[in-house]
């Protein structure tokens, strides 16, 4: 049973645009959160974080907000860059645990 | 950021033999490693954590006989998959738990003919 649900599997965006990376989670008792990029071939890279006590997270180009009522995350991208095509693993973990819960990716594709 | 690494970054096999995968944090120790495993186009899952000197501790449905996970030292894990068969081609990645997050492997492209 997929806990973490990304449900588009690629997303193009041209350059300098804004990129909307969606998440949703079904497990209410998840309390935090991360995204990763991943390049083909390689492993997941951390890009950005956020707590369920917050609703938003900024980290230069990247921000990320958590919508708990809807259990829906987001992954805004902007301006987005070339360089930013990969494939954008969200996931999910619980306090005190290590393991965490994927979803299924996103492919971004910025056009230049 | 921490670095993680895995040995060998791809394997081709026969069917019915064994595999084993290293998984090293270099610059920092991990009590506790993950090793997942990706499938085309879907999600990582989580195969079993690793803590060093106890067993492992799998998911739901891994076999543990089949999936051998030694954790032998603070930055060493390695998964050994035996009699490998052309269903365990994947791609398997590892990861280290870090103090605040996790920390992947690059992952080791497993073809088994």
């Known amino acids: 049973d997929q806990q973490v649900k990304q449900n588009s599997p690629s997303l193009s965006v041209q350059e300098g645009r804004i990129s909307i990376l969606n998440c949703d989670y079904t497990n209410s008792m998840f309390d935090y959160f991360l995204w990763y990029k991943k390049y083909p071939a390689e492993g997941p890279t951390f890009l950005i974080s956020i707590s369920s006590i917050k609703d938003k997270n900024e980290d230069g180009r990247f921000t990320v907000f958590l919508n708990k009522s809807a259990k829906h995350l987001s992954l805004h991208i902007v301006p987005s860059q070339p360089g930013d095509s990969a494939v954008y693993f969200c996931?999910?973990?619980?306090?005190?645990?290590?393991?965490?819960?994927f979803g299924t990716g996103t492919r971004l594709t910025v056009i230049p | 950021g921490a670095v993680v690494s895995q040995h060998p970054s791809w394997v081709i096999c026969k069917s019915g033999t064994s595999v084993k995968i290293e998984c090293r944090s270099l610059?920092?120790?991990?009590?506790?490693m993950f090793w997942y495993r990706q499938f085309p186009k879907q999600s990582l899952m989580l195969m079993a954590t690793?803590?060093?000197?106890?067993?492992?501790?799998?998911e739901q449905g891994v076999e543990k006989d089949k999936f051998l996970i030694n954790h032998a030292s603070l930055t060493l894990s390695t998964l050994t998959v035996t009699s490998a068969h052309p269903e365990d081609s994947s791609f398997y990645i590892c990861?280290?738990?870090?103090?605040?997050?996790?920390?992947f492997g690059p992952g080791t492209r497993l073809t088994v003919l």
């Open positions: 996931a999910a973990q619980f306090t005190g645990a290590n393991n965490l819960f």
């Open positions: 610059d920092f120790q991990a009590t506790t």
């Open positions: 990861s280290a738990a870090g103090t605040d997050t996790q920390y």
């Open positions: 690793s803590n060093e000197g106890s067993k492992a501790t799998y």
